[in-house]
C-alpha cells in the first residue's frame, strides 16, 4: 500500500507514524508536487494553515491533480486545515477571505470556529461509527463543519456540531488524530483505501 501525505506544512511526521502503526507493512510518500501522486492508494492531507496549503497546492500546480484523483476515487484523509481544503463551501468566523479549495465534498466549514480563547483544547470523542466508542483528541484553532449535505454524512458530533464526516472514500476530521492516543481514524481511512 502507498499512501501520500501532503508535506508543505504542518504534522506531516505525526501523520507519517500514525499510518505506520495502523497499516503495518506499507510506503509513506511525501507529497509536493503532481509527480510525488503517481500511484498511490490513497491520501492524507494534514492540519495547518488551509490558506497556505491551499495557495501551495496552487502554485506548485499540484491542485487539479489532487482534485481530478478524488474525483475519480482515491480515498483521502483530511484533518484540520485538511477538513478546510476538501470543503465545498469555507468561511472565516472573523476576516472575509478568499482562498483556494478543492471542492469535492458536500460540506460546509467555518475555520477557527472555537475562537480564540479555546485555540486548542483536549475533549472526549464519540468515535463508535468507526470502532471506538470514546477517544481523547485534540483540537488546534479548529473549524467546525456547520453543514453535512448531499453524500456526505456526519459521524461524529461533539456538542451538537460535527466533528467527522464521510462522503465515499473522502474523511474529514476536525480535531487532529494524529497527535491524539488513538489509531481509529487512520485505521478506518485504510480500510477505506483497501475497499
Ligand atoms: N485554523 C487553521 C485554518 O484555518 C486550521 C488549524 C489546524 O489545522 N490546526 O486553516
Redesign the pocket.
Known sequence: MRIGIIAYQ?SFEEHALQTKRAMGTGDIVPVKTSKDMRQLDGIIIP?????TIGMLASKLGIIDELREQISSGLPVLGT??GA?FLAKEAS?SKVKKQQDLLKVMDITVV??YYGRQRESFEAEVDLSEIGEEKARVVF????AITKVWGNSKSLSKLNGVTIMAQEGGILATTF?PELSNTLAVHKYFLSLVKK
Open positions: 504542518g492540519g495547518g494553515e488551509s490558506t484540520c486545515a478546510i472565516d475555520r477557527n488546534i484553532r479548529s473549524p487532529h
